[in-house]
């Protein structure tokens, strides 16, 4: 601190500087011994002058006269340093350089190419002009974001646009500088390139990375990050397979024909302080829909079991592998509060928020109402960390994986893997199963050598956290929405009593009868997930009226709302047509089926695949007695479906000529075995194809 004799000194009197405890230090055990005496003497001379005490006393105990203190503080000491401050303490250290070099004697280049220090400066001081348009010319920031231009400015055209400017100045001509040089000064340029955008870092971060780069640059590091409380929030994020998967489509003659799955989505909810995968989702949507983000929530929340391989008896689960219902009935259903999500997945989420607050308790943070940014990884650190683990530790192992880049494949053929392999979708849903399951319960670096299964039972068993659990009521009407539809038909209609419900026209013996509904309206639940043949029918006031049944064509094969739709879009476009008295879904998927396999098979074929052999699967299950009648119809459909299925398929199978079969059958490929009997082709027809153990078998 200076003193009341302290010495006044022209821009540093006066200032908030002249406090000398104020000055910037640095590191000074970096110094060698020779180069900390001589900056020590400097320091403390400094000191002791501006506290101001005698110059002899200085000299004699320093060896550093006053003038040359003087012109340490005001030629060093208090020169800006880029990080915006004065130079202060770091101005002391012998031989660094604190004021630019700037050369006074005409340029002299040698044979060999030494004699040009500072010739760009002295090039730019002699024409302002051309520094100027050089500076602007490296500060430009592509424009790009809705015009077409250069993303961005290479340093060589830069220096190529430089030369040009000098030649106009007639430099090239009387052979100054750079042009005396063998390269033309282009290393100088790139340095000064680098120099002009170190001294703009915020024209440099646009020029390299756009508002993107710009935004991550603003982000802290996370030590601010608000601690948050066990399932406050979780993550949830759709992220596509690194892979290519096939489906086996059953021929008309026997055998199978594996057709290629260009995508495959997988949804994920986090949990983010015990980095718990809660559940996901596979889709093989081309797009995420809502209802895919009601599936993984609704898993999330429900209990897990084992997926058992069905080309392999071995158990690739690990101990304690599995999700959170596996440590007992009280993890089961656990809810959360917050759930954040990417702002290209908030528009498909957006039509959940109410089931999330309603059945959850949660809200949903998007980019409209928190913190986070549409497609910046940074404000999902969690999920898109999983994401990296899931490509790493699965998919990308394997050789049917297409990798994270372009080049990744390195020679390979992902899709000739694929096929040659018949790695089905099946499969890939297994091993999905098994390295989630194997995420949760190996052991985190962040969570104290513990596993995210076993931190989330220690903070439980700890009762450092209260689980707060769903209402099991709300988990089974997870898919339920209710609408308002005008009962149609009646007596001026001539028409008995019915109900146009998503594409379909429903009706009951009961609902028939009532023609003191006509025209007026009622309320209809249906569950988007579930077999959406029956839906419930209430009156205004709540009353139950009836269990109403979809007419033809959609009467016959079980299938959800997602598949009705898909194959109306496909009708709407001219890509699929019906025969009277055809069932809709039963025709399509025989439709699907009878082309072997010739072109990719369509969502809506996966979709309706998929719901019916879920359907058999919970075939069996007691039925609630407001359904047992609907249930019981769809029990006997499900088991002549696949009869009719194929019936079907040779019956459009008469009408081709028997020459274009055999010739088709004749460019198969990839046709697994026949099976040895018409009874087993006939039922796995409409469910799974058999795998390769059972066609071995």
């Known amino acids: 601190m200076g003193s009341d004799t302290a010495r006044h000194i022209k821009g540093l009197s006066d200032t908030i500087w002249a406090d000398f405890s104020c000055w910037s230090g640095f590191d000074e055990a970096s110094l060698d011994q020779e180069k900390l005496t001589k900056y020590l003497a400097r320091k403390e001379a400094i000191k002791a002058y501006l506290s101001g005490i005698p110059v002899s006393v200085i000299r004699k105990e320093f060896g550093i006269s006053d003038s040359h203190i003087y012109r340490l503080i005001t030629e060093r000491c208090l020169r800006d340093h880029p990080d915006g401050q004065i130079y202060g303490w770091r101005a002391l250290i012998p031989r660094i350089r604190i004021v630019q070099f700037k050369r006074r004697s005409p340029i002299k280049i040698d044979r060999w190419g030494y004699g040009a220090v500072g010739a760009l400066q002295t090039l730019l001081d002699t024409h302002p002009d051309v520094r100027e348009s050089l500076d602007k010319k490296i500060l430009k920031v592509p424009n790009t974001r809705h015009k077409l231009g250069m993303l961005a400015t290479s340093k060589r055209s830069i220096w190529l646009w430089f030369l040009q400017k000098l030649r106009e100045k ?46 991550k640059m603003q982000a802290g590091d996370g030590v601010d990050r608000p601690v948050l409380e066990p399932f406050q929030r979780v993550e949830m994020d759709a992220h596509k397979i690194d892979g290519r998967f096939t489906v086996a489509i059953p021929l008309l003659g026997g055998g199978y024909q594996n057709v290629l799955i260009h995508r495959i989505w997988v949804i994920v909810i986090i949990e983010v302080v015990t980095r718990l995968v ?111 683990k899931l490509g790493v530790l699965g998919f990308q192992k394997i050789s049917n994986t297409t ?30 199963d098994i390295i989630i399951a194997n995420y949760n319960a190996r052991i985190h670096s962040r969570l104290s050598g513990r596993s995210p299964l076993q931190y989330l039972q220690y903070l439980v068993l700890s009762k450092t956290f209260q689980p707060r659990v769903i209402d099991p009521q709300h988990l089974d009407t997870f898919f339920s929405y209710r609408k308002l539809c005008m009962v149609k038909g009646g007596l001026d209609a001539g028409k008995r009593p019915y109900v146009n419900f998503e594409n379909g026209i429903y009706t009951s013996p009961i609902l028939g009868q009532r023609l003191d509904l006509a025209g007026k309206k ?58 009277n008295q055809q069932d ?32 058999n699967d919970t075939i069996h299950q007691v039925p609630d007695n407001e359904t047992i009648q609907s249930d019981m119809a769809s029990n006997e459909t ?46 796995n027809s409409a469910s799974l194809p058999p795998r390769r153990k059972a066609e071995n078998k």
């Open 170 to 215: 007639g430099i090239e001509i009387r052979g100054e500088w750079p042009f005396s040089t063998k390269t033309n000064g282009y290393h100088s340029i790139i340095k000064y390139i680098d120099k002009v955008l170190e001294a703009n870092p915020a024209k440099a971060i646009m020029i390299h990375g756009g508002t993107e780069l710009k935004r």
């Open 278 to 388: 809660l559940g996901y989702h596979m889709s093989l949507r081309k797009e995420i829909s809502k209802e895919d983000v009601l599936r993984v929530i609704k898993r999330s929340l429900s209990p897990w079991a084992k997926k058992k391989p069905h080309h392999t008896d071995k158990d690739f689960y690990i101990d304690g592998a599995g999700f959170p219902s596996v440590l007992g009935e009280q993890f089961v259903g656990m809810c959360w509060d917050e759930t954040s999500i990417d702002g290209a997945l908030a528009e498909k989420a957006k039509v959940v928020t109410e089931a999330l607050k309603n059945s959850v308790g949660s809200i949903l943070l998007t980019p409209e109402n928190s913190y986070a940014i549409r497609r910046t990884k940074d404000d999902r650190p969690f999920i898109e960390s999983f994401f990296n």
């Open 403 to 432: 990798g994270n880049y372009p080049g990744a494949t390195k020679g390979r053929d992902p899709i000739g893997v694929a096929v040659a392999s018949e790695f089905q979708y099946e499969y890939a849903e297994e091993l999905l």
């Open 522 to 579: 009622i309320w209809i639940t249906a569950d988007s997930d579930s077999d959406s043949r029956v839906i419930k029918a209430s009156s205004l006031t709540g009353e139950h009226i009836d269990n109403l049944r979809v007419s033809p064509p959609w009467n016959r094969v079980p299938h959800n709302f997602e598949t009705r739709r898909l194959i109306c879009g496909l009708i709407r476009q001219g890509k699929f047509s019906l025969q």
């Open 584 to 615: 809709a879904v039963e025709s399509y998927i025989a439709e699907v089926e009878a082309s072997g396999g010739k072109f990719p098979p369509h969502p809506a074929y996966l979709t309706a695949r998929n719901f019916l052999v879920q359907s």
């Open 638 to 683: 499900n088991k002549s479906m696949e009869s009719r299925i194929t019936d079907n398929t040779e019956d459009r199978a008469k009408s081709r000529s028997t020459t274009k079969n055999n010739t088709a059958s004749r460019n198969k490929q990839n046709i697994a075995p026949h099976t040895s009997d018409a009874t087993a082709h006939t039922q």
